[in-house]
């Protein structure tokens, strides 16, 4: 069952035109956003506690599963929007409708909060009765005059104006309502900075994804998939964002370690967050919609996340096994200077 929340605040386009030139502007184009972090707790939750913070719905059923990893999503929720959306040539058009997010907890350990938004011309040219598109939940419709590549182009430029759509606020607000549950006791097992994932997709013949790391804490991604497996897109772009956060956090993980500079124990202290909260969770596709497993397959040719991954582990294990044998720390057990 979905909830309607309050519309977003109203901003007007400044440019572009309204009303029936809409239908000839914009093809089906989908908008999302997903953030992902550390769920704050001390371990990770068993199903019984990710089914409760993650009921976010009145009377809405969270989905739980325990294979091949454990994961948990809440109901999804509807979010009612009335604003501008700009594309990256200037261009602006109103977008009236919903969008659909929900949030995810995998392995008891790892939350997201995802959002995201079918876009389509108005058929009727004018704004319509909030009835009208609670009956097309999750599809947001555009008036005005902008192409859907320009449109896309504007959504991922970094530090576009919070004025205009921000899916980003609606997917931290449903990680912030999880990590407000009293059952999550706030003492998280180490410290790692939430990533923002942001992508769209339209439809195309073939199946093309152009993945960028903008800087250390936001992700663009622009996909192109068969107009049948769009539906499918919010799904990829979860589980993308998922494994990337992974990597980014066990990345930062060793560079604080401080190896080849602090003394072996430290640095296997400051390595064990990874063994015990991060390693296990590794299962990239795990949860991939069949028809974009090829996509998956291609994206990780070229960008080599899984080997960069194993590499990573590699590192972990090799410092985990070398602090087991007292003689390889230096020979007075002085833990030397420590690098912050």
């Known amino acids: 069952m979905a909830s309607l929340a309050p519309p977003a605040g109203r901003s007007r386009p400044r440019s572009g035109r309204r009303g029936g030139a809409g239908p000839r502007a914009v093809a089906t184009l989908i908008l999302g956003e ?26 809405g059923r969270v989905r739980t599963s325990e294979r091949p ?39 008891g350990h790892l939350l997201q909060g995802s959002s995201y938004a079918v876009l389509g011309p108005s058929r009727n040219g004018r704004r319509m009765s909030w009835a009208h598109y609670l009956s097309h939940p999750g599809r947001v419709e555009l008036m005005g005059k902008v192409g859907a590549d320009d449109l896309a182009a504007g959504f991922l430029a970094d530090g576009r104006d919070p004025a205009h759509l921000d ?29 923002e994932f942001r992508w769209s997709a339209v439809p195309g013949a073939g199946r093309t994804v152009r993945f960028t790391v903008v800087n250390s804490t936001l992700r663009t991604a622009h996909l192109e998939v068969p107009e049948d497996e769009l539906p499918y897109v919010a799904h990829f772009c979860a589980d993308l964002a998922r494994h990337d956060w992974l990597l980014t956090s066990l990345l930062r993980l060793l560079e604080r370690s401080g190896i080849g500079v602090n003394a072996r124990r430290r640095v296997v202290h400051r390595l064990r967050p990874a063994v015990d909260h991060l390693l296990h969770l590794w299962m990239p596709a795990a949860r991939m919609p069949e028809p974009l497993l090829p996509l998956w397959r291609e ?25 087991a044998i007292p003689s390889l720390d230096s020979p007075d057990d002085d833990p030397g200077p420590v690098r912050r």
Do not use: K, N
């Open 34 to 59: 997903v953030h992902t972090g550390l769920l704050q707790h001390a371990g990770a939750v068993g199903a019984a506690v990710s089914a409760d913070i993650l009921r976010l719905a009145p009377g």
């Open 69 to 107: 990893i454990a994961y948990a999503e809440s109901p999804e929720i509807l979010t009612g929007i009335d604003c501008s959306l700009a594309g990256a040539s200037g261009g602006q058009v109103r977008g009236i409708g919903t969008v659909t997010s929900r949030a995810a907890l995998t392995g």
């Open 167 to 195: 899916l980003g606020a609606v997917s931290a607000g449903l990680m912030d309502a999880v990590q407000s549950r009293p059952e999550v006791d706030r003492r998280p097992p180490f410290r790692m900075a939430r990533t």
């Open 299 to 323: 994206l990780e040719h070229r960008s080599g996340l899984s080997r960069q991954w194993q590499t990573c582990v590699d590192r972990v294990r090799d410092q985990m096994d070398a602090g």
